[in-house]
């Protein structure tokens, strides 16, 4: 046994004394920076350079070897070395970029790769790609940037930005996608916040790249959290020497469009002609309400970072203020934001940890409820002020219920204020085994905290309080959120000594936990004011609540990608998601995806014969899932009576506890979609592009069903029951078409155009007709429970669901007594003194009736086509840029027209004023389901123009600016905004503005 020992041990030895050693760097010969991922080979023996550039290749047989160099988008490299058995001999090299574009390092899940080597739909924007001005949400950066992105979001200080990527996949659930900041991912929709969108605590002048995984084969090693598409969001670490950079901004913000509403004149005219009794109420003023609303809105924003790098670390320390007015009064968002990224490493380089930071206090001050809507509706004779009131505000006499608010006495007594305290942060650790170069092992350990506060107030002796009753009402909400990440998984990256080519895989682990709280009070008819927000007077009413949310998604995953000789490409992977969020029988999903890419480019055929440097064949399938809607949703919760709900047994009185109903089956949404694209370069990537088309199908869609009454202990049941299709194309297109060096005219161009289509295929495979499976939804101002949206198989889904309106042959809507009804209820062709449904709509259906079953789906809100196109030109040291913006094909229900679009609203107790869009029409009554009101919203909008001037003073780098967004926008639609949030839906939204910002950075 000894002697077999030493045989074995000796046996390596002697052959390792006949081989040698080859090691080496590998860096750009013109910026002389590492090249990492560089395959470097000698005969059967090959290697992977690391991101220092470095290779070590062992057993290589000793005499004279031929060393290459291969990487995409760079020229391929040899070396001749003579190899001494048990020696090591240096091969260092410079490659020459071909198509450098291919060579770029993208970000992907649990990883990085090679632009030219990705085999499926992903897309990566970086600092001079992003757009420019005042940006405040990250999402603003990619707007019209990314084909198949739609980007909408309020117009607010801070708005929320709802993201779509290649249309929505559920009804109930979310349809946002996944995001992943610095490797850790945050909670749906980008975690809860008290301010306007929850991603404001990232400090956008931090971000060093966005990426965005469109289709299943990229997104699929997120597995249930990745129906909607992922974005990865990777902040800015420490270049270069040690510097310190400071940027900073003002602006200026004016609205762009407001509702159309009557002047004085008009007013007082149409109450005079068509409510002769309240002429008595009229004034003397002649009141813009939004003047008195609206404002310029001033911002300033300073942002200050150290970074640096050494031999083995990195570092950079950032600290941002933002200070930015709305342009409607009592509207702001201030947020002081810290960030950090450490890189350390150690172990010559084998051991690297980095430490990725980002914290921010947010404070949000909203409009008051109903300010906007009772600037339109105020009247405009009558005065901001009254001396005679206590509150010093004019109101409409008899604080009546039908009657209008003062706007401005809303703005200065009430208070709506929101504060999100919120950090994200986590360590990741990278190891290279020193026993296996190719081999690492990663661990991931992230939190995600965030507490947030939202304090209302409205006075006793408000308008909208002494009209109600209410009495004064005061009411706080403090929800929290904690979640936590771990993650460890192992990569592995080498050539192949079995086969030809090279080989990434990936495999790990993920365990993930939320705990979150929801607390509330609420307290009415106050004892008095003077306490505001800041404490809780007597009251006669107080109520409070507390819900406590937990959840866990436990996950396995893996990934391999196969590369021969960058000319095929494959990639596999897989993902077992646990989630508490179902019961026991549907808690595991299995999310496979696979993809393949054919770099034709490559092929003997076509190399160096065609103007074409890139043309890759790209195919993948895909399976994702969706959990992100309630927890609980399998269990049944119990809801305690009040004293309007008690029992009687005998003379007692007991509460009641009833509890909901529950489908323990219920499971998460699935996707599964296939991509065909074509990746393609021109000139050596002086042209590039890209074409895809893709198609989603999604089952098991969480829907509120009608049951069978007396049963589950409701009427209604949330289950798996719905499915719907999304399919579409989308064109890229990026071009140097002008390159004039550093003191000529350059010009860079790109395009992006997409196309989605939206069907909703099944609500209930046993609920009959199309018809019959419907379900009405987008709920309206005016009349009571008006719904004017549609979920129906065979449409979109939030299809419009209208009358269509009778016009003349001018296209005006008629508005006229040209058809009675007999006796049975069918029409007689002749006027009955009554304008009603029958003289207005189109009776759909044949049947002499117009009722519910006449109403039609008509168009939807989701664009058709939206086309981005964005110019960078530089000359010397001057730069222009602009983006353009186009939706072609989206729908808007103008609700502000149709809810004060008619002559009745001046007969209430107080008079409304109208929207101008009834001296058009001339309705007297109010048409609420009309089509007419459903515009079409296409518009062009210049979206950004940047101008800025790069100099240099006492030696160090400046550069000023002036950047104009929102500086028009050509549209036929009549209402305050085309894209009107993401359903579709004017009514009172916060309007639109016009920003001129003007800036510095510097560097030193």
Do not use: C
């Not at 079953?853 to 001057?878: C, E, M, V």
């Amino acid at each position: 046994m000894a002697a077999l020992a030493v045989l074995l041990w000796w046996a390596p030895l002697a052959a390792q004394a006949s081989n040698g050693t080859i090691i080496g760097r590998v860096t750009d010969a013109s910026s002389h920076q590492a090249l990492e991922g560089v395959t470097v080979s000698v005969g059967d023996h090959g290697a992977l350079t690391t991101a220092e550039g470095r290779y070590i290749i062992v057993g290589v047989p000793a005499g004279t070897q031929t060393v290459r160099a291969t990487i995409i988008g760079y020229a391929d490299a040899t070396k001749t070395v003579t190899v001494t058995g048990g020696q090591t001999v240096t091969a260092d090299f410079q490659m020459t970029a071909q198509a450098v574009g291919l060579s770029k390092i993208v970000v992907v899940a649990y990883g990085q790769q090679r632009a030219g080597n990705i085999t499926g739909s992903v897309k990566q924007v970086t600092p001079t790609e992003f757009n420019k001005g005042r940006i405040v949400t990250p999402q603003q950066l990619i707007q019209a940037k990314v084909p198949g992105v739609q980007i909408v979001g309020s117009n607010e200080p801070g708005g929320g930005q709802e993201i779509r990527i290649r249309g929505a996949t559920s009804i109930n659930a979310s349809s946002d996608p996944l995001i992943v900041v610095d490797g850790m991912p945050l909670a749906s929709g980008g975690g809860i916040s008290d301010g306007r969108d929850p991603l404001n605590f990232i400090n956008p002048n931090d971000i060093a790249s966005i990426t965005v995984l469109k289709d299943a084969s990229a997104a699929a090693m997120y597995g249930a959290n990745s129906a909607n598409g992922v974005i990865l969001i990777q902040t800015k670490s420490g270049r270069q020497a040690p510097h310190i950079e400071y940027r900073g901004s003002v602006s200026a913000s004016t609205v762009t469009r407001l509702p159309d509403m009557l002047n004085a004149a008009q007013f007082k005219a149409a109450v005079q002609q068509y409510a002769p009794g309240n002429v008595s109420q009229l004034g003397t003023a002649n009141t813009n309400w939004f003047n008195h609303v609206d404002r310029a809105g001033i911002g300033q924003q300073h942002d200050l970072a150290v970074s640096g790098e050494g031999n083995s670390m990195d570092y950079r320390l950032s600290l941002g203020y933002l200070n930015q007015r709305g342009i409607i009064d009592g509207t702001d968002l201030q947020r002081l934001s810290l960030g950090l990224n450490y890189d350390q490493r150690f172990f010559d380089d084998h051991l690297d940890i980095r430490t990725n930071l980002h914290t921010s206090h947010e404070v949000d001050n909203y409009t008051p409820g109903g300010v906007i809507s009772n600037a339109a509706q105020m009247g405009p004779t009558q005065p901001v002020l009254d001396p005679n009131n206590p509150t010093g505000y004019y109101e409409w006499p008899g604080n009546t219920l039908q009657s209008a608010d003062n706007p401005v006495a809303a703005l200065r007594l009430a208070t709506d204020k929101g504060h999100t305290d919120r950090s994200v942060g986590n360590i990741q650790a990278e190891y290279d085994m020193p026993f296996l170069e190719s081999l690492k092992a990663h661990i991931n350990l992230g939190y995600d905290l965030t507490q947030a506060k939202r304090e209302t107030f409205s006075p006793s002796d408000l308008h909208s309080q002494l009209k109600t009753g209410g009495g004064g009402n005061v009411y706080w909400r403090t929800p929290s959120m904690l979640n936590t990440l771990l993650e460890t998984y192992l990569d592995y990256s080498a050539p192949l000594d079995v086969l030809p080519g090279k080989v990434d895989l990936t495999g790990g682990y993920s365990y993930s936990q939320s705990h979150a709280e929801y607390p509330w009070f609420s307290a009415s008819q106050l004892s008095t004011n003077l306490l505001g927000v800041n404490g809780v007077p007597g009251a006669q009413t107080s109520q409070n609540q507390q819900d406590i949310e937990d959840s866990r998604l436990i996950s396995f995953f893996g990934r391999l990608n196969y590369d021969l000789n960058d000319r095929y490409l494959l990639g596999l992977s897989v993902r077992r998601d646990g989630s508490s969020r179902f019961g026991p029988a549907n808690a595991w999903g299995v999310f496979p995806a696979v993809s393949a890419a054919w770099r034709i480019s490559e092929e003997p055929f076509m190399k160096g014969r065609t103007p074409l440097s890139n043309l890759k064949l790209r195919v993948s399938w895909g399976k994702t899932g969706n959990q992100s809607f309630a927890n609980y949703q399998q269990y049944s919760t119990y809801l305690v009576g009040d004293a309007q709900s008690q029992a009687q047994l005998g003379t007692q009185f007991v509460s009641t506890i009833r509890p909901s109903a529950a489908d323990p089956d219920i499971k998460w949404e699935t996707t599964k979609s296939w991509d065909v694209g074509l990746d393609y370069g021109i000139l050596n990537q002086r042209v590039t592009g890209s074409i895809d088309w893709y198609r989603k199908n999604t089952s098991g869609l969480i829907f509120t069903v009608p049951v069978a009454a007396g049963t589950n202990l409701s009427n209604y049941l949330t289950t798996n029951i719905g499915s719907m299709r999304n399919t579409g194309i989308e064109l890229g297109l990026d071009a140097d078409i002008l390159k004039g060096g550093a003191n000529g005219l350059s010009w860079n161009a790109s395009f992006t155009v997409s196309h989605n289509t939206n069907d909703l295929t099944s609500i209930n495979p046993y609920g009959g007709t199309a018809a019959q499976q419907q379900i009405l939804t987008g709920l309206v101002a005016g009349g009571v429970g008006t719904y004017i949206q549609v979920l129906q198989p065979g449409q979109p889904i939030n299809s419009f669901y209208v009358y269509q309106q009778k016009r003349d042959k001018n296209g005006k809507p008629i508005y006229s007594d040209n058809n009675g009804l007999d006796s049975l209820g069918h029409f007689t062709g002749k006027p009955d003194g009554v304008i009603n449904e029958q003289d207005l709509y189109v009776d759909q259906n044949g049947d002499g009736i117009i009722n519910q079953a006449d109403r039609r789906p008509f168009h939807d809100p989701a664009p058709k086509w939206i086309i981005g196109h964005t110019s960078n030109l530089t000359y010397r040291q001057w730069d222009l840029s602009f983006t353009l913006l186009a939706y072609l094909g989206n729908w808007v229900y103008n609700n502000v027209a149709s809810n004060l679009g008619n002559y009745q609203e001046l007969s209430r107790a107080s008079p409304y004023n109208l929207q101008a869009s009834v001296l058009y029409t001339g309705f007297a009554t109010p048409q609420y389901l009309s089509d007419y009101y459903v515009q079409n919203a296409s518009f062009l909008r210049m979206d950004n123009i940047t101008l800025g001037y790069d100099f240099t003073y006492h030696g160090q780098p400046l550069r000023v600016y002036g950047a104009l967004q929102s500086a028009f926008t050509i549209t036929g639609y009549k209402g305050v905004d085309p894209t009107a949030g993401i359903n579709g839906l004017d009514n009172n939204i916060y309007p639109r503005s016009r920003t001129f910002t003007g800036g510095v950075s510097v560097r030193f």
